[in-house]
């Protein structure tokens, strides 16, 4: 089991910053991969951006974002702190929705690269989720 807690979510206006936290406790190595996703009210949950952990303590940190997110998201991680963060610039309205941690187990990377999508069966487990909303 992993247990995943976001954090940083808050209410912005447009062409603002936030750095939103996920925190993971418990079986970590049970996954090789983190990734975020949001969901806007009345649409799917989407891939924002996914990064590789590894198989160990160390992972290759290798990070992937569907084209539609590239640009303005940033994924990063402290293995020191189990914390994977993103990072979102110049902020949008469109970006308003529940941003979502997800611990997963994937093929590879080049795998992930190669479907175009991040894959959401292979997110195994969830955080509550992060309410962003951005003011224009």
């Known amino acids: 089991q992993v247990q995943l807690v976001e954090s940083g979510g808050g209410s912005v206006q447009a062409g603002g910053s936030l750095r939103l936290s996920c925190a993971a406790s418990?079986?970590?190595?049970?996954?090789?991969?983190m990734g975020w996703f949001r969901q806007a009210p009345g649409k799917e949950r989407e891939g924002v951006a996914l990064?590789?952990?590894?198989?160990?303590?160390?992972?290759?940190?290798?990070?992937y974002y569907p084209d539609s997110m590239k640009g303005r998201f940033t994924i990063s991680q402290d293995n020191t702190k189990n914390t994977v963060y993103l990072q979102i610039d110049s902020l949008k309205p469109e970006d308003t929705a529940t941003y979502y941690c997800?611990?997963?187990?994937?093929?590879?990377?080049?795998?992930?690269?190669?479907?175009?999508?991040?894959?959401?069966?292979?997110?195994?487990?969830w955080g509550q989720g992060t309410q962003v909303t951005v003011s224009s």
């Open positions: 997800a611990a997963g187990l994937i093929l590879s990377m080049t795998a992930v690269e190669a479907l175009g999508v991040m894959p959401l069966e292979d997110f195994i487990y």
């Open positions: 990064i590789y952990t590894g198989d160990g303590d160390i992972g290759d940190g290798s990070t």
């Open positions: 418990g079986d970590t190595y049970s996954s090789n991969c």
